[in-house]
C-alpha cells in the first residue's frame, strides 16, 4: 500500500509537515516494497485549490493513506470519494522516518 507523508523537506530525516495542502513535499511509502519516492508539492503555493490540487496530486499515485498534521475542511469529502485514509498527527518533531518505522510497526493505523 503506498502512503502520502507530508514533508517540510526532501530526505526522510526531514519533519512531517503540519498541511497537507500547502505542504513543501509529499513522501510516497510503499509498504510493500520499502520503496520511496518524494515529490515537490506544486501547490504549495497557490492562492486557493491547494487541498483538492494535492488530493488528486497523491491519488495520481496510487496512495491509500495520507499521514499530515491537518487537514482542510473541504478534503474529507474528496478523500472519502477517493477511499483514500487521512491520518491526523499532530507531532511537528517528528521526522518522516519516524512515520514510516510507526507504519511499518502498524502503530499508525487509525
Given at each position: 500500500?503506498?502512503?502520502?507523508?507530508?514533508?517540510?523537506?526532501?530526505s526522510l530525516e526531514s519533519k512531517l509537515d503540519q498541511r497537507f495542502g500547502r505542504c513543501a513535499f509529499?513522501?510516497?511509502?510503499?509498504?510493500?516494497?520499502?520503496?520511496?519516492?518524494?515529490?515537490?508539492?506544486p501547490n504549495k503555493d497557490a492562492e486557493e485549490g491547494a487541498g483538492?490540487?494535492?488530493?488528486?496530486?497523491?491519488?495520481?499515485?496510487?496512495?491509500?493513506?495520507?499521514?499530515?498534521?491537518?487537514?482542510?475542511?473541504?478534503?474529507?469529502?474528496?478523500?472519502?470519494?477517493?477511499?483514500?485514509?487521512?491520518?491526523?498527527?499532530?507531532?511537528?518533531?517528528?521526522?518522516?522516518?519516524?512515520?514510516?518505522?510507526?507504519?511499518?510497526?502498524?502503530?499508525?493505523?487509525?
Amino acid at each position: 500500500m503506498k502512503v502520502a507523508i507530508t514533508s517540510t523537506g526532501q530526505s526522510l530525516e526531514s519533519k512531517l509537515d503540519q498541511r497537507f495542502g500547502r505542504c513543501a513535499f509529499f513522501v510516497i511509502y510503499d509498504t510493500e516494497t520499502g520503496g520511496v519516492e518524494i515529490l515537490p508539492n506544486p501547490n504549495k503555493d497557490a492562492e486557493e485549490g491547494a487541498g483538492p490540487a494535492s488530493v488528486q496530486l497523491v491519488a495520481s499515485k496510487e496512495v491509500k493513506k495520507i499521514v499530515s498534521g491537518e487537514f482542510g475542511v473541504k478534503i474529507k469529502s474528496l478523500l472519502d470519494s477517493l477511499k483514500i485514509q487521512m491520518v491526523v498527527y499532530k507531532e511537528p518533531e517528528k521526522t518522516v522516518k519516524s512515520v514510516i518505522e510507526m507504519l511499518n510497526n502498524q502503530k499508525i493505523n487509525k
